[in-house]
């Protein structure tokens, strides 16, 4: 490329940033301190990172780095690195100073989210979500030089203090791995307890024997306002866990709800330097709460429904402290000063732990004004449109996607038959809606799921349900990698796939179109014997390998299973498959 190219695609890039400033929200996740002070936020929406002085309160660059940056880490003072979720790669950008300039990115696999650094410097970890591994990335040779398998979407990688474990949690189901590093195996597998879900940003202690991460619990009863009130439905807690490994009687849990006034959407925790006090954000109820880890009267079971009587009457050792917007990623700055990154506010905020005052606010840029999807994305998010704030529409439909989880709602018109939560990604032009394909209006959906589902007590409008249509609407699928594969023999599997699925498998009959659904409903031989409806409205297979759970019920954890269990092509239409036949439609159904 010659200079005056050079120097016009410099001008161009220069340009696109400084009009993005009023265009696009920034949505800060995470952050990375380095030197007390200096703050690299990844910004979600905004595809870029911001260099951020604290101390100043100023912004003193911000750099597009790509699509969907999700974690952040610095490396030293003038490396840092950065995941794109949407790009399957990470970021290597290099700081002079007050400049940031992208290096390079690294391809590393489906879905980075997680980062964690090695205590050498010399590798990455990054987690993927969509590969169900961790990768190891050389950063001098900028290679994927091992990959670490897990399962159930992993999203986050944290380094035990001691250097000698990498410990990962993942979603669906909810799940710790502990893998040595040295060796790179894994030693240890653990569940959370029966019910755990959507696993936050976990904590490990100084000297590697505990972590402890914030969690919401399926409690499987019924959806009603009743069952709500009383905490009945979904409760948020934080686990602890011994480190490596441990009986299940050495896992404790506490409830962090009030009755009445619950806390929605715990997401990550960090402990203070002496680990007296632990810090939570909780992005549904807009707040953090800073807990005396030294008093926590774990209990020796279930811990039951709500925060220990005595915590709630005593604020040195229960104080909820109010941020507005979504407080996500947090950094200590000194044993009593955390900086937050608040997606929905696109800033960062200095919170007092002591006082509880926010004491600067810095702005990462965005429009002045929300548009109507992000009006729509606010809704998303806020888990006070439930009764009491147990659960927002994020909780179940995480990130816009699913959370892998049974709930007993009055979505199919009854109670006593729990249903899987759909993915919501591209659901606006996949009507008519729910399981039995009975909603035919979005927006009238919209409305019944904040009235019903959420039980609210918050006046329910049409301008509320327009903004949620807005947003869905910008619930893309991301980049299938498994489409555009260059692996030869994969992709013969695959057409032999298309083939099977339009013709001997009989798939096509039912999932068709651009998005492989239809407006009808049909018996697909899956019913719950308790359904009054035999008949159901096929999901949308774009994206199907994404979920990790099947069928209405859920009850099929895999593809295959699918296929050989609960919903076979000889039952449906009365040809078996090969096992290589099973095999390649597999593969055509990952690509979708």
């Not at 990844?42 to 750099?63: F, T, Y």
């Not at 402890?212 to 009863?221: D, G, L, Q, T």
């Not at 005052?357 to 548009?371: A, N």
């Not at 409305?447 to 619930?475: G, W």
């Amino acid at each position: 490329m010659d200079s005056v190219k050079i120097l016009s695609l410099v001008a161009m890039i220069s340009v696109s940033v400084i009009s993005r400033a009023d265009e696009l929200n920034r949505s800060p996740l995470a952050l990375s301190a380095l030197q007390g002070t200096v703050c690299l936020t990844a910004n979600h929406i905004g595809r870029s990172i911001s260099l951020v002085d604290v101390a100043s309160g100023k912004v003193l660059q911000e750099l597009v780095v790509g699509n969907g940056p999700a974690d952040i880490a610095w490396v030293d003072e003038s490396t840092a690195i950065v995941s794109l979720l949407h790009d399957d790669a990470i970021a290597v950008v290099a700081r002079d100073k007050d400049r940031l300039d992208l290096v390079r990115t690294i391809p590393v696999g489906d879905e980075p989210r997680g980062l964690a650094l090695s205590h050498d410097r010399k590798s990455v970890y990054v987690a993927l979500g969509g590969d169900d591994t961790i990768a190891q990335v050389d950063l001098a040779s900028s290679s994927v030089v091992a990959k670490l398998p897990t399962a159930g979407i992993p999203k986050t990688v944290r380094i035990s203090p001691d250097g000698r474990m990498l410990v990962t949690s993942t979603a669906v189901p909810a799940t710790i791995y502990v893998h040595d590093l040295e060796s790179r195996q894994l030693i240890s597998e653990r569940r959370l307890f029966d019910g755990a879900f959507n696993p936050g940003v976990p904590v490990i202690s100084k000297d590697s024997k505990l972590l402890v991460i914030p969690h919401a619990v399926n409690r499987e009863f019924a959806v009603t306002p009743q069952m709500i009130d009383i905490g009945w439905v979904i409760d948020n807690r934080i686990s602890k866990l011994p480190l490596p490994d441990g009986e299940p009687s050495s896992q404790k849990q506490l409830g962090l709800d009030i009755r009445g006034k619950a806390v929605g959407d715990a997401y990550a925790a960090l402990f203070t330097s002496d680990e007296s006090r632990l810090v939570v954000s909780c992005g549904g109820t807009h707040e953090l709460l800073v807990i005396d880890f030294t008093s926590i009267p774990w209990p020796t079971g279930d811990p039951g429904d709500f925060l220990p009587a005595a915590m709630q009457k005593d604020a040195s050792k229960f104080r909820r402290i109010k941020v507005g917007g979504r407080p996500m990623g947090m950094r200590l700055l000194d044993d009593q000063t955390v900086v937050v990154a608040n997606y929905l506010l696109n800033c960062l905020q200095v919170v007092d732990l002591n006082s509880g005052d926010i004491t600067k606010t810095i702005s990462l840029g965005g429009p002045e004004e929300p548009d109507l999807a992000r009006q729509g994305e606010i809704v998303f998010y806020d888990a006070d449109r439930s009764m009491h704030s147990w659960f927002s529409c994020h909780t179940c439909h995480t990130e816009g996607h699913t959370a892998g989880q049974v709930f007993d709602t009055r979505n199919d018109r009854s109670f006593g038959t729990p249903k899987l939560t759909p993915s919501l990604r591209g659901v606006a032009e996949t009507g008519p809606w729910t399981w039995h394909g009975w909603q035919t209006d979005l927006h009238d959906a919209m409305k019944r799921s904040l009235t019903e589902s959420m039980a609210t007590k918050h006046p329910i409008t049409d301008e509320d349900a327009t903004a949620m249509v807005a947003y869905l609407k910008t619930l893309a699928h991301p980049v299938n990698p498994r489409a555009t594969s260059t692996d030869t023999v994969l992709n013969q599997k695959q057409e032999l796939g298309r083939t099977l699925f339009s013709g001997k498998a009989g798939c096509a009959s039912c999932h068709n179109g651009s998005q492989f659904t239809s407006n009808e409903t049909f018996d697909g031989k899956v019913e719950d014997r308790k359904d009054r409806d035999s008949k159901y409205n096929p999901p949308s297979l774009r994206g199907v390998a994404s979920r990790r759970r099947y069928l209405h019920t859920g009850k099929a954890r895999s593809l295959e299973a699918v296929l050989t269990k609960y919903h076979r092509p000889e039952d449906l239409v009365g040809e078996s498959l090969t096992d290589e036949e099973r095999d390649a439609l597999i593969e055509y159904l990952k690509s979708l």
